[in-house]
């Protein structure tokens, strides 16, 4: 079993990067296999960054043979998939939505039906568009035909959405609490 986590961030190394990289290692300690990819990376290869739609349906033909590519094999392999992505302006990343639409082949193929899917995302502040960034994400994911868990454990207790944190997430010792039972949850469930 695999867990597929997926760093919407144009920040390898980030407060998203770091969140993602706590709800894996939880995770790994339910032993589950885990990844995280950066999407700002596979993006850099691409003549053209964003779907333009230039065959329908999808051909793969603007990343065949990219970095983006695999990075789509993995998430077609994946079990479980968390989404991360810093709050830009209230919703995800360009980058991440650049990703994300450029999904088409695996949507017609269904690739993604039923894997179990979470979020992460992080503000500037508590409360700052942390909730309008998960409904995006969770909106991305059910149109692949996901199906979405929050970060509730019978353990600690229901959670809510996603994950969500603030910067500095290194001090944000509640966010990275939600991070890590969102990865322990999605591993058990696709164990």
């Not at 995770?27 to 960054?49: C, F, M, S, Y």
């Not at 979405?148 to 969500?164: L, N, R």
């Not at 039972?181 to 591993?187: E, S």
């Amino acid at each position: 079993m695999k867990l597929l986590a997926i760093n919407g961030s144009p920040n390898r190394d980030g407060n998203t990067a770091f969140l993602l990289t706590k709800a894996l290692e939880a995770a790994q300690n339910e032993g589950v296999e885990t990844e995280l990819i950066h999407v700002r990376d596979a993006l850099k290869e691409l003549k053209e960054p964003f779907c333009v739609q230039c065959s329908s349906p999808c051909s793969q033909i603007c990343y065949k043979g990219t970095l983006l590519e695999e990075h789509y094999q993995l998430l077609a392999e994946a079990d479980g998939v968390i989404l991360g992505s810093p709050v830009y302006f209230g919703t995800v990343t360009a980058q991440l939505k650049a990703f994300w639409d450029m999904t088409r082949v695996l949507r017609t193929e269904k690739s993604l039906f039923n894997t179990i899917g979470g979020t992460i995302t992080v503000g500037a502040s508590r409360y700052g568009g942390q909730e309008t960034t998960v409904s995006a994400l969770h909106d991305m994911m059910m149109i692949q035909g996901m199906m979405i868990v929050g970060d509730a454990s019978k353990e600690t207790d229901m959670g809510h959405q996603g994950a969500c944190s603030q910067r500095n997430v290194r001090e944000d010792l509640e966010g990275q609490k939600r991070a890590q039972i969102l990865g322990q949850r999605i591993a058990r469930l696709i164990k």
